[in-house]
């Protein structure tokens, strides 16, 4: 059973950064994919961005491309997703995502793709 615990979260002007952290344990399986979503208030969750454990094939959604960065640090368990030049519009509760083994490029934003889930935190950016 994978537990993940996401930090980092507050509350930012626009145009600021930051970064979310999320802290995986019982991990055991050596091939795995890891996502990160959002839900806004009144809306679905979406996806945000996600990539495999050999660190290549990052994926994002068009509405953060160039301004998020998804990485992983096999080491410590970690996964992380910085945040820049943010926006009102990127204000939601963001949660980390995990699988067991890869899966093609287009799953990757797909929720139901995902095994296990962390409890969110919230980002709010202020205009």
């Known amino acids: 059973q994978v537990q993940l615990v996401e930090s980092g979260g507050g509350l930012v002007q626009a145009g600021g950064s930051l970064r979310l952290s999320c802290a995986a344990s019982?991990?055991?399986?050596?091939?795995?994919?890891v996502g990160w979503f959002r839900q806004a208030p009144g809306k679905e969750r979406e996806f945000v961005a996600g990539m495999r454990w050999s660190k290549g094939n990052k994926v994002y959604a068009d509405s953060v491309k160039g301004r998020f960065t998804i990485s992983i640090d096999n080491s410590k368990n970690m996964v992380y997703l910085q945040m820049d030049s943010l926006k009102p519009e990127d204000t939601a509760v963001y949660y980390c995502?995990?699988?067991?083994?890869?899966?093609?490029?287009?799953?990757?934003?797909?929720?139901?793709?995902?095994?296990?889930w962390g409890q969110g935190t919230q980002v709010t950016v202020s205009s």
């Open positions: 019982g991990r055991t399986s050596r091939t795995y994919t």
């Open positions: 995502a995990f699988r067991d083994g890869r899966i093609i490029l287009s799953a990757m934003r797909m929720e139901t793709q995902y095994h296990y």
